[in-house]
Nanobody
Framework: QVQLVESGGGLVQAGDSLRLFCTASGGALSRNAMGWFRQAPGKEREFVAAVNWSGSSTYYADSVKGRFTISRENAKNTVYLQMNSLKPEDTAVYYC?????????????????WGQGTQVTVSS
């Protein structure tokens, strides 16, 4: 059973940066892709970014491209999401997810395991 724990969320001002962390345990973690998703109040959960098993390939939602960077350290079972130039519309609960695939994929259905989420709030 894969378990995921997110951290690093908080309250920041527009233009600031935050780095989210996702620590994983259980399973063959280094063989599978990982992703970040987010869900704002009253909205559906949406894809943010994903990284392949080795960290060599990434995929981003258009809304965060150029501002967010996903990376991973398999030796530490950790995935990161560096968020720069944050905007109020980035406010959401951010979820880490473990994919059943080994390439980055934006579909929610490709991720059978999810963390509990970490709140990111960006004030204007």
């Amino acid at each position: 059973q894969v378990q995921l724990v997110e951290s690093g969320g908080g309250l920041v001002q527009a233009g600031d940066s935050l780095r989210l962390f996702c620590t994983a345990s259980g399973g063959a973690l280094s063989r599978n892709a990982m992703g970040w998703f987010r869900q704002a109040p009253g909205k559906e959960r949406e894809f943010v970014a994903a990284v392949n098993w080795s960290g060599s390939s990434t995929y981003y939602a258009d809304s965060v491209k150029g501002r967010f960077t996903i990376s991973r350290e398999n030796a530490k079972n950790t995935v990161y999401l560096q968020m720069n130039s944050l905007k109020p519309e980035d406010t959401a609960v951010y979820y880490c997810a473990y994919s059943s695939l080994n390439w980055p994929d934006p579909r929610l259905g490709a991720y059978p395991y999810w963390g509990q989420g970490t709140q990111v709030t960006v004030s204007s």
